[in-house]
């Protein structure tokens, strides 16, 4: 149940940034749904997965594959569903309370949350490039070769 309920948060929550990033028609549907698969690959994950950064890594693979094949669907740049549609996977906790300890002067709790924060970042970014520069290399093997 428990698991529903932060999907469903999810698709408001890339809905609410969709309607932020004055994402119109369809297209704000598909972002929303986008940030529903973002988040159920994530929860997914860590089912079968050891490490978080990992699920964080799949799920930004998959959402970027998602976002390029709406953006291929709709003839619209895939950074306008890939904005919304990462925005579950944002650290917002990680990114506050690393702030919060360095504003305080906690620097042993701010070292080990930056890490953290920036771990989760790094695997989010990297799951971007890979999944987008692959989905590249793949459409301009298609075009070269016309399959």
Not at 8 to 17: D, E, K, P, Q, V
Not at 84 to 89: N, Q
Not at 124 to 133: E, H, K, L, P, Q
Request: with cysteine; net charge positive; hydrophobic share 55%.
């Amino acid at each position: 149940m428990i698991y529903a309920q932060q999907i469903i948060t999810a698709f408001l929550g890339s809905l609410g940034f969709s309607i932020l990033f004055n994402i119109r028609g369809r297209k704000i549907w598909y972002a929303a749904s986008g940030g529903m698969l973002s988040w159920a690959t994530y929860l997914l994950g860590g089912l079968w997965l050891g490490s978080e950064m990992t699920q964080y890594f799949i799920a930004a693979i998959i959402v970027t594959i998602y976002s390029e094949i709406c953006a291929r669907i709709e003839k619209t740049p895939a950074t306008i569903f890939l904005t919304a549609t990462i925005i579950p996977l944002v650290p917002g906790q990680a990114l506050y309370y690393t702030m919060s300890y360095a504003v305080n002067g906690l620097l042993g709790e701010f070292a080990a949350n930056a890490s953290y924060t920036v771990g989760i970042a790094v695997a989010i970014a990297a799951g971007i490039m890979a999944a987008s520069s692959l989905f590249r290399i793949l459409s301009a093997l298609r075009d070269h070769f016309g399959f």
